[in-house]
């Protein structure tokens, strides 16, 4: 498991672009058979990419894992929400299965002790994009297929930010300790998502870019406003954003994204926003 350290702002604001991608770029999520785990230091949320192959792959095999977190197993005081953005496959929570087509959505709550990820057909695998979060009591599973997620119609297309927001963990869907999770879609056409931006010093926030063409790119715009920094992502990548920094994306073309959030509260419209003259 990959270990990612907190930053701070002031130091951020000297990086270049190479220590940028270093910091806050999660890359190759998704390798068959394997699961790729970056643990962030904020907020302690842990970003994977599961891929199951011709074999299914369970969430707490690696035992060097269950020492980095201190616990017995993987969800003993964590909880997790799952998207598959990939062919479709199959969730085993202790015993019970969860069939999750493209785009469905999965909860699992803390306690759950056995997860196993498989894929119906490797040679169209299953992309479990998946964030786990520290948690205080155990909140049931829950599985949320595309239709079920809240949508939230945003932006318009003279401002080239048209698009649909899908809440998959959000209070109004379902119980969770801290964990909010859900899927944007941009309209054809439009590029811009969250501009004018915000910041939320309660939460951060993991954004996962999909959707896109290979010659496709998306413009990562983060950094305090008065200090504004961009990373290039390509299709399924995934870039932490700490809760003192923007959030915004610009695409070549239109795209989709998973964002996570974690933090003090659940309050999906609790923004501090920023005017764009004030942006520098």
């Known amino acids: 498991m990959e270990i990612r350290q907190p930053s701070n702002p002031k130091d951020a604001k000297h990086y270049t672009s190479e220590r940028l991608r270093e910091e806050f770029l999660i890359t190759e999520l998704f ?31 690696n035992l060097d894992i269950m020492k980095s977190l201190g616990t017995n197993y993987f ?89 649909i927001i899908n809440q998959y963990l959000h209070p109004d869907v379902l119980d969770t300790c801290q964990l909010s999770m859900g899927m944007t879609e941009m309209a054809e056409g439009n590029v811009w998502n969250t501009m004018p931006c915000h910041t939320h010093e309660r939460r951060m926030e993991v954004y996962f870019y999909f959707g896109m063409d290979e010659d496709s790119v998306v413009f990562h715009y983060m950094g305090e406003p008065s200090e504004t920094r961009h ?44 005017s764009i003259k004030d942006l520098k």
């Not at 785990?37 to 969430?59: F, N, W």
Request: aromatic share 8%; net charge positive.
């Open 231 to 274: 990373i290039v992502m390509k299709n399924e990548e995934a870039v932490i954003s700490p809760s003192w920094s923007i959030h915004s994306g610009c695409g070549t073309k239109s795209y989709k994204f998973i964002w996570g959030m974690v933090g003090e509260n659940k309050t999906f419209t609790d923004m501090d926003h920023i």
């Open 75 to 163: 969800l003993e005081r964590r909880e997790l929400g799952t998207i598959n953005v990939g062919g479709s496959g199959t969730i085993t929570v202790d015993n019970q299965e969860y069939k999750l087509a493209s785009l469905d959505g999965l909860y699992v709550g803390m306690s759950a002790k056995e997860v196993i990820f498989k894929s119906d057909d490797d040679k169209n695998p299953a992309k479990f994009y998946t964030l786990s979060a520290p948690a205080h009591m155990a909140y049931p599973n829950k599985h949320i297929d595309i239709t079920k997620a809240k949508k939230v119609p945003m932006g318009d297309d003279a401002s080239s930010n048209k698009r």
């Open 31 to 61: 390798s068959p058979g394997k699961i790729k785990r970056v643990y962030s230091h904020i907020d302690r949320i842990i970003t994977m990419g599961i891929c199951p192959g011709k074999k299914a792959i369970e969430l707490g095999e």
